[in-house]
């Protein structure tokens, strides 16, 4: 009995807007004193942090860095991509699903990338409100 062996182009498995979100580098950057911080590590071992500054209640930065792989890469720019320049309200509603969403192509045995890297922004919300309340807190923190 022959046995075909199934094979798989990356380049064609993949939308355009995942392939671009998956190697986009330019805004893996660490900021010093950010208004914002979250870091969160996922069950699967990958690492992710955002850097977030605010100008009033609008994200002008957010930035990141990883050790992970190119689905949580394409998850982390995908996030930039939806709250970067909007009110932090906005960046509150972004969602596992609408990172998805807008890859297109994310492997469905990748979506925890997606809830982790979702998951590690409203760390950064979060962090920003602390320091909005306390002030100090970003001093040290």
Known sequence: MDVEKETSDFWQDHS????EMAFRTDRRERLD??????KKIGD????????MN???DRIVTLSYDINGCLN???????????VEGKPVDT?????????SGFLESLPEDHFHCAELVVGTLYL?????????????K???G
């Open 44 to 51: 699967c071992g990958d690492t992710v942090e955002f850097f």
């Open 72 to 82: 949580t890469n394409a998850c982390c720019n995908t996030v930039i991509e939806l």
């Open 16 to 19: 355009l807007n995942f392939l």
């Open 33 to 38: 004193k950010p208004d914002g911080y979250g």
């Open 54 to 56: 605010l100008d009033g």
């Open 138 to 140: 970003k001093v040290y």
């Open 124 to 136: 950064a919300l979060s962090n920003a409100r602390e320091n909005r309340r306390s002030p100090w």
């Open 91 to 99: 960046a509150w509603e972004v969602t596992p699903e609408q990172v």
